[in-house]
């Protein structure tokens, strides 16, 4: 049974990888720092070759497939071995893709109405996004009292900073970050940082 994807880590690392032979180190180092989640975004050639390795070199990871924005995506994910789906938006075609393949969707609100969409679609679990820029903390503060059965990951300009202002709220089961594995971490191929980082994350909360 897979777990709630919120309440794995504090911190769920969203990930942007040009290299897939830099995926399976990363994932290890993500474990050793304490995460045992990670989301590997499509946005690049690599993306697809990077989910298989990791889910067939370090499977005691809950591997999840980020920037999925249709239903051909959520087919390419799952077959490729991804665990959980994030999408940046929520559309019905989506949605439906993802229970015909009895995967975790958390599907992206910027609003009320798209929050009250999705709850009209029977999620529960969504992604905030982008978060910073769509009202931050304070939005989902107030969101809480109208709509308490929904939980959050936000996403988009969060930071080590401002984390913990996000996971403070009880709606709130984690936040995506992509400062622990930056570009620049990346291209120094500095898995150790990435360790570190990691750990440093799990304190937030």
Partial sequence: MVPSVLDVSPVIPVVVLEDAADAVPLARALLAGGIGIVELTLRTASALDAVRAVATEVPEILLGVGTVVSAEDVARAVDAGAQFLVSPGTTRSIVEAARDRDVPLLPGVATVSEALAALELGLHEL???????????????????????????????????????????????????????????????????????????????
């Avoid at 304070?138 to 969101?143: C, D, E, K």
């Avoid at 940082?193 to 440093?200: G, K, S, T």
């Fill in 127 to 205: 992604k905030f996004f982008p978060a910073e820029q769509a009202g931050g903390a304070a939005f989902l503060g107030a969101l809480r009292s109208p709509l308490p059965q929904l939980r959050f990951c936000p996403t988009g300009g969060v930071t080590p900073a401002n984390a913990p202002q996000y996971l403070a709220l009880p709606n709130v089961g984690c936040v995506g970050g992509s400062w622990i594995t930056a570009p620049d971490v990346l291209a120094d191929h500095d898995f150790g940082r990435v360790e570190e980082l990691a750990r440093a994350a799990v304190a937030l909360r």
